[in-house]
């Protein structure tokens, strides 16, 4: 593996990150509740009286801030190297795991964690794990 210096841009990150940070406890302190997608989205799914606009806006505003971007900056273009099949399997995955694991890495891994929540390290590390375990395995295992 090596590094791409000319694409490693760390205060974009940097950035990036404590522009999430700021936004999870804003949200946190000024709704009572934890910005994790897979929650606020399944709380569309079935409604519930009084619950539907600001969970609307969220998914909105997550769909809206990459276009958003977009004015300002070239998109980005992505290099995937699995087919449709394996990435379809992939969310598949992803989506089981988080109705498991009662929430997404958004909800345990920034504000699960930020809120020191032992289930939140476990499910961070579950993940994370799985996420490594899986790499080493197609990438030094299988051969592909």
């Given at each position: 593996?090596?590094?791409?210096?000319?694409?490693?841009?760390?205060?974009?990150?940097?950035?990036?990150?404590?522009?999430?940070?700021?936004?999870?406890a804003m949200?946190?302190?000024?709704?009572?509740?934890?910005?994790?997608?897979?929650?606020?989205?399944?709380?569309?799914?079935?409604?519930?009286?009084?619950?539907?606009?600001?969970?609307?806006?969220?998914?909105?505003?997550?769909?809206?801030?990459?276009?958003?971007?977009?004015?300002?900056?070239?998109?980005?273009?992505?290099?995937?190297?699995?087919?449709?099949?394996?990435?379809?399997?992939?969310?598949?995955?992803?989506?089981i795991g988080?109705?498991?694991?009662?929430?997404?890495?958004?909800?345990?891994?920034?504000?699960?964690?930020?809120?020191?929540?032992?289930?939140?390290?476990?499910?961070?590390?579950?993940?994370?794990?799985?996420?490594?375990?899986?790499?080493?395995?197609?990438?030094?295992?299988?051969?592909?």
């Amino acid at each position: 593996m090596t590094l791409d210096l000319n694409a490693f841009t760390p205060w974009s990150a940097l950035a990036g990150g404590v522009l999430i940070g700021v936004a999870a406890a804003m949200f946190v302190l000024l709704n009572g509740r934890i910005a994790g997608i897979s929650g606020v989205l399944g709380g569309l799914l079935t409604p519930s009286r009084g619950d539907i606009a600001w969970r609307a806006a969220f998914v909105l505003g997550i769909v809206a801030a990459p276009w958003a971007y977009a004015l300002v900056t070239a998109w980005p273009q992505p290099q995937i190297d699995a087919g449709q099949g394996a990435l379809v399997v992939a969310g598949l995955l992803v989506g089981i795991g988080t109705r498991y694991g009662s929430g997404c890495t958004s909800g345990h891994g920034v504000c699960g964690l930020s809120r020191l929540s032992p289930r939140s390290l476990a499910a961070t590390a579950a993940f994370m794990g799985a996420g490594f375990a899986t790499v080493y395995v197609i990438r030094h295992l299988s051969g592909i």
